[in-house]
């Protein structure tokens, strides 16, 4: 059944925002639960008008209530949700046009809307051409032999019957692990959807899928992905994006509320490690690398966000979600405990060059690039930006700071 949500909000992280304290409660109850799922500090603080988010993205709703967190990106929400769309898209290794993203009507739908949207029109697009089958073992007693016959069980029940053959025979059927993940996505995302356009996309695909089966547990369904159903691979990521945010009451079994969040510092390495293998694909990337420890003995491991081997030697990358300051002097805004990160990080892999990586905002120059030598070494620290609403400028920025000199094996 879907939830009327009467009250519906945009804001972006690290902000107030103002509502009842029934309401807040609820989106706090939602909140809490998934805090855990994402391993997170924070998601929603309680305040005395309302609710203070932190430092993630998405959607959470419950009965009566949506609210929609947004990134720290300068533009209009519809921007700012199109940008967010693409940075999932990179991070998830979905491929999505502008165009597909135009006609979603992203300036007026929340993320969530959106998301169903695109995951509605695409696996329509898809399974009107023809669901995804697959041949099943089937076993049934018939008057005419169809397949082979079972010869232990026709010895045994109908040795007396020769009216009845106990055929053994392939079926093809649509009742397969892919579809049922696609079924259990259409059923779960008709009950939360509030677009009517969106509901009607829902209506027709759980009358396509009519014959897959009911799944428990979804995202654990045995899928397999091969040359047979390219089609929808990416629909399957998809799907499991949209499933991954559900929770469930323990004592009911029914839901009461939904969240699709996104901690924006995995969303922002993620995306910028995606955009990396892109830009420079004669360089091996290597992402959150343990080869290295602090201490002998294999102690404290590092983990750089990544390691990337170029013919001058290894480049270690650090991702900062967070906006660079002009106003906190020479040092910008960076912090001490992240240059003696990546200090240890330059000691360690005997790295010359160590690049701390910002999201781009229009405070600063386009290319935005600092660089400091590190004292007594020919060690070099950087500071640069990228453009997260822009990722094909991400790719060639990235480019950019890796260095076409530097960028083959």
């Not at 706090?28 to 309302?50: F, H």
């Not at 990337?285 to 013919?311: C, K, M, W, Y």
């Not at 701390?356 to 060690?379: A, D, K, M, Q």
Request: hydrophobic share 40%; aromatic share 6%; glycine share 8%.
């Amino acid at each position: 059944m879907r939830m009327n949500k009467a009250w519906a909000k945009s804001c972006k992280e690290n902000c107030s925002v103002k509502l009842e304290d029934r309401l807040a409660d609820r989106l706090y109850a939602v909140a809490e639960r998934a805090k855990r799922q994402l391993k997170v500090q924070s998601v929603l603080e309680l305040t005395r008008n309302g609710v203070r988010t932190s430092q993630v993205v998405g959607i959470i709703s419950a009965p009566g209530a949506t609210l929609e967190i947004l990134p720290k990106i300068d533009g209009p929400n519809g921007a700012v949700r199109k940008a967010l769309v693409r940075m999932l898209a990179v991070a998830q290794g979905l491929r999505v046009a502008d165009g597909e993203l135009t006609g979603l009507g992203t300036q007026r739908s929340d993320l969530l809307e959106v998301l169903i949207g695109l995951f509605a029109n695409r696996l329509l697009t898809a399974v009107r051409r023809g669901l995804p089958r697959r041949y099943i073992g089937q076993e049934e007693d018939l008057q005419l032999l169809r397949g082979r016959l079972n010869v232990v069980r026709q010895v045994t029940r109908f040795a007396a019957r020769p009216d009845v053959l106990a055929c053994r025979f392939d079926e093809l059927s649509e009742d397969t692990p892919l579809n049922r993940v696609f079924k259990a996505a259409v059923r779960r995302l008709a009950g939360i959807t509030r677009s009517a356009a969106n509901a009607r996309l829902l209506a027709e695909l759980a009358a396509r899928l009519e014959f897959a089966g009911d799944s428990a547990a979804p995202l654990k369904e045995p899928v397999r992905l091969d040359r047979t159903n390219t089609a929808f691979h990416d629909l399957h990521r998809l799907a499991c994006l949209l499933l991954s945010g559900d929770w469930q009451s323990m004592a009911s079994g029914k839901s009461v509320g939904f969240s699709l969040l996104f901690p924006m510092y995995e969303l922002f390495e993620k995306f910028v490690s995606r955009c990396l293998v892109q830009a420079v694909p004669q360089c091996r990337v290597n992402l959150q690398d343990t080869s290295h420890s602090a201490l002998q003995g294999r102690l404290f491991h590092l983990r750089p966000d990544v390691v990337i081997e170029t013919q001058a030697g290894p480049i270690v990358l650090d991702t900062k979600w967070k906006e660079l300051n002009h106003e906190d002097g020479r040092k910008l805004g960076v912090t001490q405990d992240d240059v003696y990160q990546m200090l240890t990080y330059g000691q360690a892999y005997k790295a010359k060059r160590l690049v701390l990586l910002y999201p781009w905002h229009s405070g600063l120059e386009e290319g935005f690039n600092r660089r400091w030598r590190v004292e007594r070494t020919n060690r070099h620290l950087e500071i640069a930006t990228v453009d997260v609403g822009n990722p094909s400028g991400a790719v060639c920025a990235l480019r950019k700071i890796v260095g076409v000199d530097g960028a083959s094996r």
